[in-house]
C-alpha cells in the first residue's frame, strides 16, 4: 500500500514578491483513501479522494459531522496515516513546509502570557525576539495585551492569540479547525472579517474546516463538499471582496450551495 | 478593574481584611477551647495553653531540643522522599496507562488500609533500632497518598495541549517542562503538603517504637514520666517550626507559581 506524506521543494524565483505568482504553499491530494478497523469490520471514510489546491487560496471544506471532515484534516496535518494514497505540499525554498494550525478551541497554555504562548511555538527558531511576538499580536489588535494570561482575555481574544500563534511561526499553509464555531456570532462575525484582511495582507493558503455554509462561502476562493466517502462537488465562489452576507447575490450563492450539498445524503 | 474587589466584596468572597480577622478568631476560639478542657477536667493533670508555653521556653532554654528536632525532621524528610519518588511513580503510571492503573490500584488499596503503627512495628522487626525503620514506616504508609494526588494530576493533564504542542513540533523537554510540570504542578503541591503533613504524624509514631530520639520519643518518654507539660511541649514547638515553614517556603512558592491565575485560590489546605 503506497500511503506517504511528502513535500517538493521548489526555488523561489521572485523571493518576497507577489504571493500569487509562487507555487509554494499548494497542496497536492492524490488518491487519498481512509480506512479504519473497527469490530464490526473495516469502515471506510473515504476512498480514492484527490483534488489541488492553489497556493495562496482560501479553501473550504465543508461537510456533515461524521463525514470525514477531521479525518481529512487529520491526515492532512500528518497527525493520520492515510490506507492509501498521498498528500503532497510545495515548499519555498529548500525547508519543509510549515504548517499553522488553529484549532476549534484556542489551545492556549494557561500558565502563559500572550507572548509566552507565541514564545513556546518557536523553539528552533533563533531568531525569535519578544517584538515578533509583539507585531503579530499588533496585527489581531491585543496591543494593550502582550503580557496578559488567557483567563484575563475575552473568548474571541483568546482565539486571536490562537490565530496569532500560528501565523507566527510563517506557514505556508494554515490549517483552520472550526476554530469560530465555539464563539458567539458577533466575535465570530468579527474575527472573520480579521481573518480575510490578514489573509489577503500575507496571502497563504488557508485550508479551512467547518459545517457552516453561510462561513464557507464568506470566506472561501472555493468550498470542497465532504459527502458519501467521496468529495461531490467543488464549488467556486467568486463573489467580490469584502462579501456583504445581506446582499442578493451572497444570499443567491448561498440558497445555490445549500441545494448542491444537500443534494446528496 | 482593580479595585472593583475591594469596593464591591460579593457575599461569598471575603476581602484581604477579613481573611485575617478569621484566622485570628479561629485561633483565638482554638485556645479558648483547649483552655476549657483544662478548666471542665480540673484534675491539673492536662497542661493548658500557659503551661505549655511555660514548658517549650523550658524546652527551648535547654537546648536539648534542637538535636531531637533535627533527628526527627531528617528522619521525616527522607522518609517523606521515600514517599514522593514511589508513590510519584505509580501515580504517573497510573495516570498514563491502563496496565499501570490496574496495576498500582490494588497496591494503593492495601497500602491505604494498614495502620502506620503497624508499619512501625513490621519495620522494627525488621529493621531493629536506628534510622532505617521509621523512615522506611514514614515512606511505606505516606507514598499511597502521593500516588492518588499525582494519578489526580497526570489525569488532569489537557490531552489538547499536548495535541496542539506536537502539531508545532515541540520537543519531549520542551513538552515536559513547558506543559507537563505546570499543569501538574497544583497536585505536586497537594500532595508536598499532605505528605509531608502525614509523614511527621507517622514518623512520630514510629519513633514510640523504633528509635530512642526524635520528637515523639521525647513526647512519649515525658508522658511516661507524668510530665504531660513537657509531652505538650514538644508537641507544640514540632507544631510552629512546621506552621513557620509552611508559611515561610510553601505558600510564597506557591503564590509565584500560580500567579497566573486569576482568583487567589491558593493557600487553601
Known amino acids: 500500500m503506497a500511503s506517504e506524506v511528502q513535500q517538493s521543494t521548489e526555488s523561489d524565483d521572485s523571493a518576497g514578491i507577489a504571493h ?14 481512509k480506512e479504519f478497523d473497527t469490530e464490526e469490520g473495516v469502515e471506510r471514510v473515504f476512498e480514492d479522494v484527490s483534488f489541488d489546491i492553489e497556493p495562496g487560496s482560501f479553501v473550504t471544506l465543508i461537510g456533515r459531522s461524521g463525514s470525514g471532515k477531521s479525518t481529512m484534516l487529520n491526515i492532512i496535518s500528518g497527525v493520520l496515516e492515510p490506507t492509501a494514497g498521498r498528500v503532497d505540499f510545495e515548499a519555498t525554498q529548500d525547508s519543509d513546509v510549515t504548517l499553522g494550525h488553529v484549532f476549534q478551541s484556542p489551545r492556549l497554555l494557561p500558565w502563559n502570557t500572550c507572548v509566552e504562548n507565541i514564545e513556546y511555538v518557536h523553539e528552533n527558531n533563533p531568531e525569535y525576539t519578544r517584538e515578533l511576538a509583539e507585531e503579530y499580536l499588533d496585527l489581531v489588535g491585543l496591543s494593550n495585551h502582550y503580557d496578559k494570561y488567557p483567563s484575563q482575555l475575552s473568548g474571541g481574544q483568546r482565539q486571536r492569540v490562537g490565530i496569532t500563534r500560528a501565523l507566527s511561526i510563517d506557514p505556508e499553509i494554515l490549517i483552520m479547525d472550526e476554530p469560530f464555531s465555539n464563539l458567539d456570532e458577533i466575535t465570530a462575525e468579527s474575527l472573520r472579517e480579521e481573518l480575510i484582511s490578514i489573509w489577503q495582507k500575507l496571502g497563504k493558503t488557508v485550508f479551512f474546516v467547518t459545517h457552516d455554509i453561510t462561513e464557507a462561502i464568506e470566506l472561501s476562493d472555493r468550498i470542497l463538499m465532504l459527502g458519501n466517502g467521496t468529495i461531490f462537488d467543488d464549488m467556486s465562489i467568486d463573489l467580490e471582496r469584502p462579501r456583504d452576507v445581506d446582499s442578493e447575490e451572497f444570499l443567491k450563492v448561498r440558497q445555490d450551495a445549500i441545494n448542491r450539498f444537500h443534494s446528496v445524503k | 478593574m482593580s479595585t472593583s474587589n475591594r469596593s464591591l466584596p460579593t457575599p461569598l468572597r471575603s476581602t484581604l481584611g477579613d481573611k485575617w480577622a478569621a484566622a485570628l478568631i479561629s485561633g483565638i476560639l482554638g485556645l479558648a477551647a483547649w483552655w476549657l478542657v483544662t478548666v471542665i477536667f480540673p484534675r491539673g493533670l492536662f497542661p493548658g495553653p500557659v503551661e505549655t508555653v511555660n514548658a517549650s521556653v523550658e524546652l527551648l ?20 522522599i521515600g514517599a514522593f519518588f514511589v508513590g510519584g511513580a505509580l501515580g504517573v503510571a497510573m495516570g498514563i496507562n491502563n496496565f499501570g492503573e490496574h496495576f498500582s490500584t490494588p497496591i494503593i488499596i492495601i497500602a491505604l488500609s494498614i495502620p502506620g503503627i503497624a508499619w512501625a512495628a513490621i519495620t522494627t522487626i525488621i529493621f531493629g533500632f536506628g534510622v532505617a525503620a521509621p523512615v522506611v514506616a514514614t515512606a511505606v504508609t505516606v507514598f499511597p497518598y502521593i500516588s492518588l494526588r499525582i494519578w489526580k494530576g497526570v489525569e488532569d493533564i489537557d490531552p489538547n495541549l499536548i495535541r496542539m504542542s506536537r502539531s508545532f513540533d515541540i520537543s519531549k523537554a520542551r513538552l515536559l517542562r513547558r506543559m507537563i510540570l505546570p499543569s501538574i504542578a497544583p497536585a505536586l ?20 517504637f523504633a528509635s530512642n530520639s526524635g520528637v515523639g520519643y521525647r513526647a512519649i518518654e515525658a508522658f511516661s514520666r507524668y510530665q504531660y507539660d513537657t ?15 509552611e508559611m515561610a517556603v510553601l505558600r510564597p512558592l506557591e503564590r509565584k507559581v500560580f500567579a497566573y491565575r486569576k482568583e487567589a485560590d491558593f493557600g487553601v489546605l
Open chain 2, 189 to 208: 503541591f497537594t500532595a508536598v503538603r499532605f505528605g509531608l503533613a502525614i509523614s511527621w504524624k507517622i514518623e512520630t509514631q514510629a519513633e514510640i
Open chain 2, 231 to 245: 509531652a505538650m511541649a514538644w508537641a507544640a514547638v514540632f507544631v510552629v517550626i512546621v506552621f513557620l515553614l
Open chain 2, 61 to 80: 532554654a535547654s537546648g536539648i531540643v534542637w538535636t531531637h528536632m533535627e533527628a526527627t525532621f531528617f528522619r521525616t524528610f527522607l522518609g517523606f
Open chain 1, 20 to 33: 500569487g505568482t509562487s507555487t509554494a504553499g499548494a497542496i497536492h491530494v492524490r488518491n487519498l483513501t
